[in-house]
């Protein structure tokens, strides 16, 4: 059911969807995929991998919190407040995760770290999805599909180049081949024709041959920068 008003949306106006469905859609995915594996690999890809994925997902917040929310917050007052508390528990969640990640590993405990990160995969859930069925469709409905890709385009402002090459080939190691389209179908459109080479050296970069070869056959005006 939950899809259905996102599908609905969709069909609406397609071009809304995909300024928006970068933030709430791909990297929520991604999110999603990268706790997953991490909750299913042990305390050794813990230590590895955790603070990774813990400065990705507090930059997604940052872009919420900074960026998105408050432009939708001056159209339709109220409309993110729902996202306040759960973008400061899973803040307080992660921060915890990240200082056991950081800590000597005989004090990783297999009992507290499988609650960690219980805690933390619940509330991020429920959060996700709130904004999923909530935010997006407020963003959609409140903003020009132009307005939308004026924000979208603001996201380079918040980034460093050492954030952008850690974070693109995470995401696109950790989408399906579809999204992987989808997002960098995207990215051609709204991001400034001068940065699309750094983005697409920096995806190159994380994926495997064959999956970039795939990708750059369907996306071709993001693999003109690279060869
Ligand atoms: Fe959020
Ligand atoms: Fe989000």
Redo the contacts with the bound molecule.
């Keep these: 059911m939950r899809r259905d008003g996102v599908e609905r949306n969709h069909m609406h106006d397609p071009d809304k969807f995909a300024a928006v469905s970068d ?2 859609i791909y ?2 995915r991604a999110l999603r995929c990268d706790l997953a594996r991490i909750m299913a690999g042990g305390a050794g890809l813990f230590v590895q991998d955790f603070p990774r994925f813990a400065r990705i997902l507090a930059k ?2 940052e872009l ?1 919190d900074e960026l998105f929310f408050p432009a939708l917050e001056e159209r339709a007052p109220g409309a993110t407040v729902l996202t306040n508390g759960p973008h400061a528990e899973i803040e307080a969640l992660a921060g915890e995760l990240g200082e056991l990640a950081a800590g000597p590993g005989a004090e990783l405990n297999a009992t507290v770290l499988h609650e960690g990160l219980t805690r933390l995969g619940t509330a991020l859930e429920v959060h ?1 999805a709130e ?1 999923e069925e909530a935010v997006m469709p407020a963003m959609m409905e409140h903003f020009s599909a132009r307005e939308l890709w004026a924000l979208d385009g603001r996201i380079m402002e918040f980034c460093s180049p050492e954030f952008m090459a850690e974070m693109l080939p995470w995401w696109f190691i950790h989408m399906n081949a579809a999204d992987r389209v989808a997002v960098a179908g995207n990215m051609v459109v709204g991001v400034a024709p001068e940065a699309l080479p750094m983005l697409a050296r920096c995806i190159v970069a994380g994926l495997p041959a064959q999956d970039w070869a795939q990708l750059s056959g369907r996306v071709p005006a993001l693999a003109g920068g690279v060869e």
């Design positions: 933030n709430f990297v929520h997604h917040t919420e996700l904004e």
